[in-house]
């Protein structure tokens, strides 16, 4: 009795459209107060499966680019690894605003599943590459063809409460920071089976003639499974018949505040919180201010994931650490369980106290002198190396996701339901061409840099890390007034 008289309350309180994906959602959010679980989990999922691929390589690009015979020499190999790893990063940039505008158009849930269509197919196709430029092409596919990343975090706000909203932007960030260390831990431990476990696959079969297979398998059939659940994905846009009158009340002010469906109180709120319109989403300075500020991490982010794989199975002598790809699967498989933990658990708490800006400020300068350590890694040798370079990439990727999430939510807050695709459209769009721009640019910079292991300024892989300190250090001053600012409710 008592849910069918809030149910009946509701009704009279708040204006729905029976037919509406979007008001079932926001009734059931209104209706049913405890915690998400079940929508945090599938979207944890869909975003564990786009970024598994995408960071998966990184541990054998450099075996793999070794094995395709096109660099003259070693030292060119970090070069042309560059250029595979920034292929994805192209073919998004060109495709994330469409795709934003198409879920914007069409729902949240069309995207998403073609993203995953697209992944599986290409991510196959990737691992049986016959040649370098067979690699560069399915990357580039699966990037321009999978645009999961942008609606999926405007489903994230729009599925849950206001209560949940920084959990469930914490869970995409937190997932995705998982997922580029999972993703390497997955591709340093199952590359090059027949190598590492003779006995279960032979050099003549399918995983011999294709050593990078096995990892790129592993994570389309996590995509197949995680596609057929997305089947029962519901939809969170809006779609309300045009020829039914429609109340005064906006989609946008529907989604944040109470009202009745007179439109007096409507009309007020809409005069005090009015988002920015579609006409003037590139005015909206606290949505362009974050997407510059996480262009900018995600550029050192991107550059970092792939200079720490390739610097740590770099020999001595050219100042890497001489791991195996198994070697950084289990430090990175390390790391993402410990950023999940403090994600999940401490992080909402630390944004409710601080706000995001000033976590993701402090997180950045953070950053700044536990990299400037990393080239004195290789002073170390033996268990007391493992044990520091796991301790060191676990709290560098948990400082770096941390700063992301911040950004995500900034970015969410400041629009509109019916912007939200766009905008994270264009977020994707700018944050790819960096993302694009930093395996290559990394993996030119940490070839060159190898080079001068002898260089009187800053040698060998001290030019690095400080190439990339500037750049965090550049992240973190944009975090300051007056260039970073966050709406107020």
């Not at 061409?433 to 040698?459: D, E, H, T, Y």
Request: charged residues 15%; hydrophobic residues 45%; proline residues 5%.
């Amino acid at each position: 009795m008592a849910d069918e008289s809030r149910e009946r309350f509701l009704k009279e309180e708040h204006c729905y459209y029976e037919n509406c994906p979007g008001c079932k959602m926001e009734r059931h959010n209104r209706l049913h107060r405890g915690f998400p679980f079940r929508h945090l989990l599938l979207i944890s999922l869909i975003v564990l499966v786009t970024g598994l691929p995408i960071s998966s390589l990184f541990p054998f690009l450099y075996f793999m680019v070794r094995d395709f015979n096109i660099a003259e020499k070693v030292e060119d190999i970090g070069y042309y690894s560059g250029f595979i790893g920034a292929s994805f990063m192209i073919g998004r940039l060109l495709t994330s605003v469409f795709w934003g505008i198409v879920a914007d158009r069409y729902g949240r849930k069309p995207v998403i599943l073609f993203g995953i269509i697209s992944l599986i197919i290409f991510n196959t196709l990737f691992g049986l590459s016959l040649n370098y430029w067979m690699a560069v092409i399915t990357r580039f596919l699966l990037g321009s063809l999978n645009g999961i990343l942008g609606p999926i975090k405007a489903y994230a706000i729009e599925s849950v409460g206001v209560e949940y909203q920084a959990i469930a932007i914490s869970s995409i960030s937190t997932t995705w920071g998982v997922s580029l260390i999972l993703g390497p831990a997955i591709g340093g431990y199952l590359a090059q089976p027949a190598e590492k476990f003779p006995s279960i696959f032979s050099s003549e079969g399918l995983f011999g003639r294709f050593p990078y297979f096995l990892p790129c398998l592993c994570t389309s059939v996590l995509a197949v499974a995680t596609g057929i659940i997305s089947l029962w994905l519901p939809e969170s846009l809006h779609s309300h018949d045009e020829n039914v009158p429609s109340p005064s009340r906006t989609y946008e002010a529907l989604e944040d505040q109470p009202g009745d469906c007179d439109g007096k109180e409507a009309t007020q709120t809409n005069e005090q919180n009015e988002m920015p319109s579609k006409s003037s989403l590139f005015k909206n300075w606290e949505l362009m201010s974050a997407i510059v500020v996480y262009c900018m991490f995600s550029l050192h982010d991107m550059a970092y994931v792939e200079i720490f794989s390739l610097w740590a199975v770099s020999s001595r002598q050219l100042g890497g650490l001489s791991f195996t790809s198994g070697d950084v699967g289990e430090v990175l498989a390390i790391t993402g369980f410990s950023v999940f933990v403090f994600q999940s658990s401490l992080y909402p708490s630390v944004e409710r106290i601080f706000g995001p800006i000033m976590v993701s400020r402090i997180c950045g300068i953070l950053s700044i002198p536990l990299l400037a350590m990393y080239p004195f890694l290789s002073l170390l040798s033996g268990p007391v190396l493992h044990i520091v370079v796991t301790l060191t990439s676990a709290l560098k990727n948990l400082l770096s996701v941390s700063i992301i999430t911040g950004m995500f939510i900034i970015q969410n807050r400041a629009v509109g339901q019916r912007q939200r695709g766009a905008a994270n459209g264009i977020a994707m769009t700018a944050v790819s061409v960096f993302k694009a721009i930093g395996p290559a640019a990394g993996g030119a910079i940490l070839s060159w840099s190898q080079k001068r292991q002898n260089a009187a300024f800053l040698p060998g892989s001290h030019m690095i890390f400080f190439i990339l300190n500037v750049i965090e250090a550049l992240g973190a001053l944009l975090t300051f007034k007056p260039f970073l600012v966050q709406h107020q409710t």
